[in-house]
């Protein structure tokens, strides 16, 4: 199974290597990726770079992962989300959405670029707290939960709920036991009920 973890101008390290080592630990394999190919993708307000290795490949990833930004709040983080909608991503990302075996995952701010891009309008999804208003501006039905698993698309909260988003991945795909001893692995326990969208019967 492969997981690829997006790079984009300004995103938010921990939402990035938080769930790429847990995952690429686990039972599958992590790759970093970025819209326009192999390079070095700086993070926000400058703290680190780290180097895609390949472009994004919708038909090639099981897992899509798009992490938020980092920079000013609010102001800072809505400009550098808002522009990756001049790159390829929102096209990649939207025929990530449109694969039935492709699950895309954001992390905290990672659900504002998929809504203001317009690909999640009438879904159920969470992200940051601070743009929860701004995801509904857009269409997108709010959940004010940590982890939000709408089927092929499943949404962490702020920050740190990476961690609980990669280890929900880990139960989801392979059972609770992958996820527990990732747990006992980095000494941490997922936190809060993940909210499930009601699938028809």
């Known amino acids: 199974m492969?997981?690829?973890?997006?790079?984009f101008d300004g995103f938010d390290p921990l939402d990035v290597v938080a769930p790429y080592e847990i995952l690429a630990n686990g039972?599958?394999?992590?790759e970093?990726?970025?819209?326009?190919?192999?390079?070095?993708?700086?993070?926000?307000?400058?703290?680190?770079?780290?180097?895609?290795?390949s472009r994004l490949d919708p038909s090639r990833a099981d897992i899509v992962v798009v992490p938020g930004a980092l920079g000013a709040i609010p102001d800072g983080i809505t400009e550098t989300l808002g522009r990756t909608l001049s790159t390829p991503l929102p096209g990649l990302l939207?025929?990530?959405?449109?694969?039935?075996?492709?699950?895309?995952?954001t992390v905290c701010g990672g659900s504002m670029i998929l809504a203001l891009a317009g690909l999640i309008k009438g879904r159920s999804a969470t992200g940051h707290w601070l743009g929860l208003d701004m995801l509904a501006a857009n269409g997108v039905q709010v959940v004010d939960g940590r982890v939000?698993?709408?089927?092929?698309?499943?949404?962490?909260?702020?920050?740190?709920?990476?961690i609980d988003l990669a280890l929900y991945l880990l139960e989801r795909e392979f059972g609770a036991q992958a996820a527990i001893e990732t747990e006992r692995l980095i000494a941490y326990e997922r936190r809060g009920t993940v909210w499930r969208v009601s699938q028809p019967g």
């Not at 492969?2 to 790079?7: E, F, G, K, P």
């Not at 939207?94 to 995952?105: C, D, F, G, K």
């Open 2 to 7: 492969l997981v690829q973890v997006v790079l």
């Open 148 to 162: 939000v698993d709408a089927g092929d698309l499943v949404s962490a909260g702020a920050v740190t709920s990476g």
């Open 27 to 30: 039972p599958m394999t992590a």
């Open 94 to 105: 939207a025929e990530a959405l449109n694969r039935p075996s492709t699950t895309v995952a």
């Open 32 to 53: 970093l990726v970025s819209a326009e190919g192999p390079r070095d993708v700086p993070s926000g307000m400058g703290l680190m770079t780290l180097r895609a290795a």
